[in-house]
């Protein structure tokens, strides 16, 4: 019974896919679809994020993107840098604009008045 197998299996012509073959596209499939599905659904810090990195690479559609979806235009990542910031670090001029006409903040975090207060007070 295994030879017969083994020679249905070499007999098999180009091209021709198994069962398991088909299960295994499929599964493959499903779990892309439900991967691209899921993108959208970033958490709130993971928007912000998101927002602070495709402002630093000048992507002002993705921040366009972002923004619409609920990222804050006035995020912070761990490092203290804003979407604004990390946007004027690079020379992003287009996606400045779009983050100062969506209520961004243009001074440094550091440099704001209570921030200022706070240090002057140690």
Not at 7 to 29: D, F, N, P, Y
């Amino acid at each position: 019974m295994g030879d017969n197998i083994f020679v249905l299996h070499t007999t098999r012509k180009a091209g021709e896919v198994t069962m398991k073959g088909k299960i295994l596209t499929l599964g493959c499939s499903l779990l892309a679809l439900s991967l691209i599905a899921c993108a959208p659904c970033l958490s709130k810090s993971g928007r912000d994020l998101a927002l602070i990195r495709a402002s630093e690479k000048g992507q002002t559609r993705e921040v366009y993107r972002l923004i619409k979806a609920g990222a804050d235009v006035n995020a912070r990542d761990p490092e203290g840098w804003t979407p604004y910031l990390a946007a004027s670090s690079m020379g992003h001029l287009d996606a400045m604009k779009l983050l100062r006409a969506n209520g961004a903040k243009t001074i440094a975090p550091e440099m704001e008045p209570e921030n200022v207060a706070r240090y002057l007070a140690h």
